[in-house]
């Protein structure tokens, strides 16, 4: 058994077992005193799995089992059987989009129509308080007495809330916002992002509670944080209001679980967001004079 060090960098969280004065990942120079140094403990002894290899014929593979967020739409881009749809248990599923676009409108609601089918969900106001996060549910009417919401932005905190409210799935609002006692730097730097990510995924995983999680991109469209994070993820999926008018589309851009090829389409009102099963119909009760083209979006025609 030998140890070495690791030295790691406070701005991306990248490492390397020799000291660098310039990162290689960010490109940031560094004081040697801002670089942060683990021992790691490396050892060679054989250590048996906790489930050994099995074959593929031995092995019994089924369908995980999903939990319906009760709105078909948003089921059938999750993916899985039709009329049975939904998020996978034990899975950590991701739903990006621009400032605005809806993100934390849909969470809460799907967040209350799983606590009324289901049973308890926790739902975590990073971003906004107690009070904001009430009057949001409140305006939307998700206001069923199994949806918790714990105002925090502990990922410590909200592990102790979850076990304690024996929660069905685990809502957090934002990633961006999350912060762990393992990780120093701030909240929304690419090492607590990537951090608070590979925790979120291995607790999903470990206790079989799903988790779904609002990211945050910034104007170039990209991903606010290290674009390896997204990886980690079994699932990510985008909200778009660009490409269709009035409507928001939920598109795939990762899945595990499902196809590639669905979109989900919605609509804001004054009272959260509502499903829309065909865009098209509802673009042509305008009527008028024009021409009629259909687009494909994903599986879905629209006129």
């Known amino acids: 058994m030998s ?3 690791i030295y790691s960098c406070p701005s991306c969280g990248h490492q390397e077992s020799e000291y660098f004065p310039r990162c290689p990942a960010c490109g940031k120079w560094l004081d040697p005193s801002e670089i942060r140094v683990e021992e790691s403990e490396q050892t060679m002894h054989r250590v048996a799995p906790r489930m050994p ?3 593929v014929s031995d092995a019994d593979v089924k369908d995980p089992p999903r939990i319906s967020t009760c709105y078909p739409e948003v089921d059938r881009v999750l993916g899985g059987p039709p009329e049975a749809g939904g998020i996978c248990e034990g899975s950590a599923v991701i739903f990006t989009g621009a400032p605005g676009v809806g993100k934390s409108t849909m969470l809460m609601q799907i967040a209350s129509r799983i606590a009324e089918k289901h049973g308890p969900v926790l739902y975590v106001s990073a971003e ?5 996060a009430a009057a949001r549910s409140k305006r ?10 714990l105002a925090d932005k502990g990922f410590e905190e909200t592990v102790h809330e979850m076990y304690a409210l024996k929660a069905v799935i685990v809502i957090i609002d934002s990633l961006q ?5 393992s990780c120093n730097n701030e909240p929304g730097s690419p090492a607590q992002v990537k951090e608070v990510s590979a925790k979120i995924v291995e607790l999903a995983k470990m206790s079989g509670i799903p988790f779904l999680v ?3 991109i910034v104007k170039t469209g990209e991903f606010a944080g290290p674009m390896s994070v997204p990886h980690l993820y079994d699932a990510v999926f985008h909200l778009d209001e660009m490409t269709l008018p009035g409507f928001i589309l939920l598109r795939v851009e990762k899945n595990r679980f499902g196809s590639k090829e669905e979109v989900g389409s919605f609509r804001m009102t004054s009272h ?5 099963a065909s865009p098209g119909a509802e673009i042509l009760k305008g009527g008028g ?3 009629i083209a259909v687009a494909m979006e994903g599986t879905k025609p629209i006129a």
């Open 214 to 216: 609002a990211g945050q």
């Open 3 to 5: 140890n070495r060090a």
């Open 272 to 276: 959260g967001i509502e499903e829309v």
């Open 53 to 55: 290899a099995l074959s």
């Open 289 to 291: 004079k024009g021409i």
């Open 128 to 132: 906004e308080s107690l009070p904001q």
């Open 140 to 149: 939307i009417d998700a206001r069923d007495p199994k949806l918790f919401i």
């Open 177 to 181: 916002r999350m912060r762990t006692k």
